[in-house]
Structures are given as C-alpha cells and as structure tokens.
C-alpha cells in the first residue's frame, strides 16, 4: 500500500465514527420544559444503552429514559430499587419526538434522590 497510515487513519474513522452515529444525543429533548412525574413504575428495562421505566402520567404511559446500567449501579440504584409497582418521581425533560417521553435528570425513590447524569 503506497499510504500505510492514512489506510490506518481512515480506518479508524470510521469505526470512531459508527459508534458516534449509534449513541443518539440529548437535542431531542426540551430542556427548557421541566416536568415531573409522581407514579408507580409499571415496567423497567435494565439493559444498555440506557436503563427505562414505564410510568403513568395524565393517563398515558410515559417512558422515563434514565441513565446506562453501570451509572445507574455507580449511583446506588439497583433493579431491585424501581422495579414494578414502586413509586418514585421522575423530573427531567419531555422529548420533542415522542409525545409520552422524558428524559430524566433524577429519580426518587423511598425518599432518596438520585442524579442521573
């Protein structure tokens, strides 16, 4: 190859690039607009790349987007802690997508406030 490095370059552009591409971002959310959610959860979802629950609000079901598993764990935060049935607050941002989804910035739950980002 006449261009060993830029070879190397390119390729780890690109991979750089599709993990950029695969992590969606924050501008889909109103930052300007804070809410919050007093609910019991009605589902979770412990998985990557970002931990969810199901809530009811203004009788839809709101899907709280919360923060990756191993933030949540860093936390103190555990499946155990908002699993169905449990009640928390929710305050965060609702997306400019999706009528019935927020992102949140903290949870509550049992009375101890937990940061999220």
Same mark, same amino acid.
């Given at each position: 190859m006449?261009?060993?490095?830029?070879?190397?370059?390119f390729?780890?552009?690109l991979?750089?690039?599709?993990i950029?591409?695969?992590h969606?971002?924050?501008g889909?959310y109103?930052?300007?607009?804070p809410?919050?959610?007093t609910?019991n959860?009605?589902?979770?979802?412990?998985?990557?790349?970002?931990?969810?629950?199901?809530v009811?609000h203004?009788?839809k079901?709101?899907?709280a987007v919360?923060a +990756?598993p191993? $933030?949540?764990?860093a936390?103190?935060?555990?499946p155990?802690? #908002?699993?169905? =049935?449990?009640?928390?607050? *929710?305050?965060?941002? +609702?997306?400019? $997508?999706?009528?019935t989804?927020m992102?949140a910035?903290r949870? #509550?739950?049992? =009375?101890?406030t937990?940061e *999220?980002r």
């Amino acid at each position: 190859m006449k261009y060993p490095l830029f070879g190397l370059f390119f390729s780890g552009a690109l991979l750089t690039g599709g993990i950029a591409v695969a992590h969606h971002g924050w501008g889909s959310y109103d930052a300007a607009r804070p809410i919050s959610i007093t609910s019991n959860v009605q589902r979770t979802s412990w998985e990557n790349p970002h931990v969810t629950v199901v809530v009811s609000h203004q009788n839809k079901s709101w899907d709280a987007v919360l923060a +990756p598993p191993f $933030r949540m764990s860093a936390r103190g935060l555990n499946p155990d802690l #908002i699993k169905p =049935g449990t009640p928390v607050q *929710l305050e965060g941002y +609702p997306s400019t $997508r999706t009528d019935t989804e927020m992102r949140a910035e903290r949870i #509550i739950v049992g =009375g101890k406030t937990y940061e *999220l980002r």
